[in-house]
């Protein structure tokens, strides 16, 4: 009776050591994820001389939020914003699930959904440049940088460098397996 008690006070023990285990290796990820993201955007704010650049990620079915922001100024903090509840729908989705990159100089002269342009005006964005971050099973979240100053132009090495972020995000096993 005593060596069955023992074995099953160290199959408890080693099941608890497990779980442990696995908590460590799933925080360990979650903080490399999380610093990477957050390199990733300071350094997109400052090459692209903007207000903010956002992690925009999604948690369910075209529902998300912004998870993550690099901003120039406290005053344009957007952080948990979950974005309009009936505008972004299944035909943006689509595209940004194609990889579409939305570079928008100016919202006010830009033809768009009115929910949309309205939605930019509540986050303060004059300007934004949208890039997907795409992973195997689909549409993870969305590379955003806001101009909220004014018009901001984006040039082609603008464009291409959020694309290479996002691409270098969506490569990341932390990220992958998130």
């Given at each position: 009776?005593?060596?069955?008690?023992?074995?099953?006070?160290h199959?408890s023990?080693?099941?608890?050591?497990?779980?442990?285990?696995?908590?460590?290796?799933?925080?360990?990820?979650?903080?490399?994820?999380?610093?990477?993201?957050?390199?990733?955007?300071?350094?997109?704010?400052?090459?692209?001389?903007?207000?903010?650049?956002?992690?925009?990620?999604?948690?369910g079915?075209?529902?998300?939020?912004?998870?993550?922001?690099?901003?120039?100024?406290?005053?344009?903090?957007?952080?948990?914003?979950?974005?309009?509840?009936n505008?972004?729908?299944?035909?943006?989705?689509?595209?940004?699930?194609?990889?579409?990159?939305?570079?928008?100089?100016?919202?006010?002269?830009?033809?768009?959904?009115?929910?949309?342009?309205?939605?930019?005006?509540?986050?303060?964005?004059?300007?934004?440049?949208?890039?997907?971050?795409?992973i195997?099973?689909?549409?993870?979240?969305?590379l955003v940088?806001?101009?909220?100053?004014?018009?901001?132009?984006?040039?082609?090495?603008?464009?291409?460098?959020?694309?290479?972020?996002?691409?270098?995000?969506?490569?990341?096993?932390?990220?992958?397996?998130?």
């Amino acid at each position: 009776m005593q060596i069955h008690r023992h074995s099953e006070s160290h199959q408890s023990r080693d099941r608890r050591e497990q779980g442990l285990e696995k908590l460590l290796t799933r925080l360990v990820r979650s903080i490399q994820r999380d610093e990477l993201v957050r390199q990733t955007t300071n350094q997109l704010r400052e090459s692209l001389q903007v207000d903010r650049v956002v992690l925009y990620y999604f948690y369910g079915q075209w529902q998300g939020q912004v998870t993550f922001e690099s901003l120039s100024s406290p005053e344009f903090s957007i952080l948990g914003s979950t974005g309009p509840d009936n505008c972004f729908n299944d035909e943006y989705a689509a595209l940004y699930l194609a990889g579409r990159t939305r570079a928008i100089a100016d919202i006010e002269l830009e033809p768009m959904e009115s929910c949309h342009r309205d939605f930019l005006r509540s986050m303060q964005v004059r300007a934004n440049l949208v890039v997907p971050i795409l992973i195997p099973r689909g549409l993870w979240g969305l590379l955003v940088a806001h101009h909220c100053q004014g018009p901001h132009h984006w040039s082609q090495s603008n464009m291409e460098m959020m694309q290479t972020a996002a691409q270098a995000l969506a490569a990341d096993h932390n990220i992958l397996e998130s």
